[in-house]
């Protein structure tokens, strides 16, 4: 009993020591005797809004039913039946001024209608000014007077063992707080390996319905916009991940600017540097991306970039591995120019090229059509025998076992329309793709031949 009463003494001079380095740490209130985050949360907790969205999705229903032979065989519909669909989330201001409010895009997605409910009761109308799926950030605007914004804290700065709290709107029951520390850093390959990922791991607890809120230092900074959970019974089990601030701030800037993520693309192939990599380049480093591939007529193979290359720094930021590299240009607004250091046969060296807009040029066809992934598609280049005569997209390679090896697709096919709708284009290819439910057949030109490819 003795050593309980003496506890919050000793934990106070605890923390007067420590005080100078964390003002903002848990404080002890001595009117009511207890430690306390109360003051942090006062300032924090009235820029973390909640989401409220409407949005019209489709309805899941029998495979046989996506079939286009069995809907024309009785008589039904192309587009699967919709229906309205509610779900809740959260935000962050970040700009009182202009009443900017960042969240994720999942929340966002296919929004109808959004409302915000601000932490005084008040709801507002919002206008979704951009989203970004690659980085699961959207932004939001509100027009209202005497809003509250979180200050942006640089989230490179962050450490593993920082104290975080978590804001948001769990289970839609209201604004709560949980706490926690920073478990991890740099966390990737949670999602879909298109997306760009950077995740701040925390123990503070997240559950459905925090997506979009704030994760917040001790210093009353937002350092990260909640994303993502891992939770094999549906619940917080102490592994949530959030967009670190750095990175949702870069696509913020381009969704307030363009409406959308402008993202371009140097046209190299890499991976990490392990330590065997090193041992066999002869170098004294442990971090880097080794370039693998160089792709024709990309800005890297114009700037003299090659395979065996290592690149250590992009625009004198050192570069981790091949994640962060991708993170890194792809956060650059294309058409910028980007400086990267590298080695080559053990001497260090410099290179500039423009980030271009590569998907005009090259595209992975699992982004376009599913059935096809494993392959890689380009626009027909005017160097090929079939240019001026064929108009089409160029299957440039197959992965070997692949979905699109398995459905007959093979390396300089020329794929000239999908369910019998004449292509000519990249750009042509996605939108049909997008326009019919399934894609059911190919028309393809493989040499002197025309044949059609039926998909699985």
Do not use: C, W
């Amino acid at each position: 009993m003795r050593l309980f009463l003496r506890f919050p003494a000793a934990f106070a001079a605890l923390l007067i020591l420590v005080s100078p380095l964390a003002a903002q740490v848990p404080t002890l209130d001595e009117e009511r005797g207890v430690m306390t985050m109360a003051p942090l949360l006062e300032r924090a907790t009235p820029a973390v809004v909640n989401v409220s969205v409407q949005a019209t999705v489709s309805m899941e229903n029998n495979p046989l039913f996506r079939d286009p032979f069995f809907r024309r065989f009785f008589n039904m519909p192309d587009q699967a039946p919709q229906r309205r669909a509610m779900a809740a989330g959260s935000g962050v201001i970040v700009d009182a001024e202009n009443g900017y409010i960042l969240s994720n895009h999942h929340v966002l997605a296919n929004a109808d209608e959004i409302t915000v409910t601000l932490s005084d009761r008040r709801e507002l109308s919002a206008e979704l000014i951009g989203s970004d799926a690659n980085t699961d950030i959207a932004l939001l605007q509100v027009d209202a007077d005497d809003l509250t914004a979180l200050p942006i804290g640089d989230s490179d700065n962050l450490q593993v063992g920082d104290l975080v709290v978590a804001i948001g709107n769990p289970f839609g029951l209201g604004q709560t707080v949980t706490a926690g520390i920073v478990s991890a850093l740099g966390r990737s390959g949670i999602g879909p390996r298109e997306r760009y990922e950077d995740f701040i791991q925390t123990d503070a607890p997240i559950n459905p319905g925090n997506s979009g809120g704030a994760l917040v230092n001790t210093a009353g900074e937002l350092i990260g916009i909640n994303s993502a959970i891992i939770a094999p019974g549906g619940g917080n089990v102490g592994i949530g991940f959030a967009v670190p601030t750095n990175m949702a701030s870069a696509v913020m800037e381009q969704l307030i600017e363009y409406g959308e993520v402008r993202r371009g693309k140097i046209g190299v192939i890499v991976q990490d540097l392990t330590p065997d990599l090193a041992e066999a380049f002869n170098l004294d480093i442990a971090d880097g991306a080794v370039v693998t591939q160089v792709q024709n007529g990309s800005p890297a193979q114009e700037a003299g970039l090659q395979a065996g290359d290592v690149i250590t720094a992009v625009n004198g930021e050192a570069v981790g591995g091949a994640t962060a590299l991708r993170n890194e240009i792809g956060l650059i607004e294309r058409g910028s120019e980007v400086e990267l250091s590298i080695l080559r046969d053990g001497e260090a060296q410099s290179v500039s090229m423009e980030v271009a807009d590569l998907e005009a040029r090259t595209l992975s066809a699992d982004e376009a059509i599913p059935q096809l992934s494993g392959a890689r598609l380009s626009n027909l280049p005017e160097n090929h025998p079939a240019h001026g005569r064929i108009q089409g997209v160029l299957v440039e390679s197959v992965e070997e076992g692949s979905r699109a090896a398995r459905a007959g697709l093979r390396e300089g096919d020329i794929i000239v329309g999908v369910n019998r709708r004449r292509i000519d284009s990249l750009a042509q290819l996605q939108q049909v793709a997008r326009a019919v439910p399934r894609v059911a057949a190919l028309n393809i030109v493989r040499g002197n031949t025309a044949l059609f490819l039926v998909m699985p």
